[in-house]
């Protein structure tokens, strides 16, 4: 998929498409953003974290390994995950 | 700041449950009765919540081949198995386990926890991949943590998403391995291992099977869910416990890899612990040979699964999706299950509580194991008083309100 997709339009449909996942989890009206921290400013346990990565994966045709998810604090983290993950492929 | 602040959310939650009364994470059994049978709290409390899959706790054999050989050879070997630690008997189960499963090579481990560990870390170097089934067990997690390899988390007994994730790494050069539990210790539903097996020959992976739950339970000798799928050949490295159906405390590992026996010197949870006492040698090598001179005790066993399963379902529990020795029963809130826990404790049934995130998709459970030394009677029972709890919690409507609405 992402052979043919420029990065910029990458890393705007990664931001747009985490930002969506996330909705369901926001706290109050709180925007999200890059900052945002995943677990400290949204309402989400491990487990959900866990699936949301499911989720992440399947929309960009990705594995995100375990190995990395230690490094994933804020949204712009993922997206940069995913960013890497899609270039890469 | 203290040392443990940031448990400070478990410890709250922990406490909340505590204050509901028995504290389910450290229930003492003072007295062991049989196999299905405890004094809890002074009380006779029928155990429905063990991993006793064929009752062998008090095989008599069993115990007088682990008092022969505690007596014979002491009671610890004080050693690795790589340095003094291994006794004859060690060897001969070695010997045993890789011939019950026609295997060439055979390792033993402390705990099953460790031979996960060793095994699963060992198997994939810093260029490989492990694959594993979401809903794997800690040990299996832990293993990750402890290995170099990349690690990859496939959806649970979902061959489709397995296929896909070994797609993704088509081009990548290195060993793929993938991990799947036989059953699982939750729900107790099988993996797919059919389906498993053809994605991993289409792939040219490895694959590793833990039969922790299904040695002793599936297969036509008991070998576990790769022999009954008739699979055996497409798993590189069978792992399972003596701690289940075998009624001790260890792990193993059996393979027909050519190299296997370097594990010896470079598997780290195998070499830097003690090996385990003469005694439990022992007592498995005669739960070994009883499962595979004994197949009443499975089909006993398989009787009662069916006994159980099937009165919960007519009564209206939501089950986990396939009969096997796990039963595991889902409810809509922990504060529920707490309550339905502590209620059945009270009137004398122990079953496991299992709170998220130790189960899948966050539900939690009543998990209920069965054993080939239950009887019916014990069974109805357990039944029943699940009933009268299932009402009083509001798990299940009472047939009187029932009909009356």
């Known amino acids: ?89 | 700041m203290a040392l443990f602040d940031r448990f400070a959310p478990l410890m709250h939650a922990h406490d909340a449950i505590k204050a509901a009364g028995t504290d389910p994470f450290g229930v003492r059994m003072d007295r062991v009765l049989s196999p299905t049978e405890a004094i809890i709290k002074g009380r006779r409390t029928l155990l429905a919540g063990t991993n006793n899959y064929l009752g062998l706790t008090f095989d008599p054999g069993c115990i007088a081949a682990a008092r022969s050989a505690m007596e014979s050879f002491g009671t610890g070997t004080t050693g690795s198995s790589i340095a003094n630690g291994s006794y004859g008997g060690h060897r001969a189960l070695e010997r045993a386990l890789a011939e019950f499963y026609g295997r060439a090579h055979g390792m033993v481990f402390s705990t099953g926890y460790q031979a996960n560990l060793g095994i699963i870390s060992t198997v994939a170097g810093p260029k490989d991949y492990l694959i594993i089934d979401a809903d794997c067990h800690a040990s299996i997690y832990d293993a990750c943590k402890l290995s170099s390899a990349t690690i990859i988390r496939s959806r649970h007994n979902d061959p489709a998403d397995l296929d896909r994730r070994l797609q993704r790494l088509a081009d990548q050069p290195g060993n793929k391995v993938i991990v799947t539990e036989g059953i699982y210790s939750m729900l107790g539903d099988q993996a797919p291992i059919a389906e498993i097996a053809e994605v991993k020959r289409r792939h040219g992976a490895y694959l590793v099977v833990d039969e922790a739950h299904s040695l002793g339970v599936l297969g036509e000798t008991g070998r576990g869910l790769a022999q009954a799928a008739g699979v055996e050949a497409d798993v590189d490295f069978v792992v399972g416990t003596f701690s289940k159906s075998l009624g001790a405390v260890g792990g193993f590992c059996v393979s027909d890899n050519p190299d296997f026996e370097v594990l010896r010197i470079v598997c780290r949870p195998y070499m830097f612990t003690a090996s385990l006492p003469p005694s439990v040698i022992a007592s498995v090598r005669a739960a070994l040979e009883t499962v595979a001179t004994r197949p009443d005790l499975r089909h006993r066993l398989w009787r009662n699964i069916g006994t159980l399963y099937d009165a919960l379902e007519r009564r209206g529990f939501l089950l986990g999706p396939q009969k096997g020795p796990v039963v595991g029963i889902r409810l809509p809130s922990p504060e529920m299950a707490i309550h339905a826990w502590q209620a059945l404790l009270d009137a004398g049934v122990y079953v496991n509580l299992a709170l998220p995130p130790a189960t899948p998709s966050g539900e939690p459970l009543l998990r209920c194991s069965v054993c080939a030394a239950h009887t019916t009677e014990q069974l109805r029972h357990m039944v029943d008083v699940l009933t009268d709890v299932a009402y009083d919690t509001g798990l299940l409507e009472a047939p009187a309100r029932a009909a009356a609405g």
């Open chain 1, 1 to 89: 998929m992402s052979k043919d997709f420029p990065v910029t339009s990458v890393r705007h449909a990664a931001f747009e498409e985490v930002a969506r996942l996330l909705q369901p989890f926001r706290r109050h009206e709180t925007p999200i953003t890059r900052d945002t921290d995943i677990t400290a400013d949204l309402d989400l346990d491990s487990l959900a974290v866990m699936n949301l990565l499911m989720q992440v994966e399947e929309k960009f045709d990705i594995s995100i390994p375990l190995n990395l998810i230690p490094e994933i604090r804020t949204v712009g983290d993922l997206v940069q995950v995913i960013e890497q993950l899609t270039e890469g492929a």
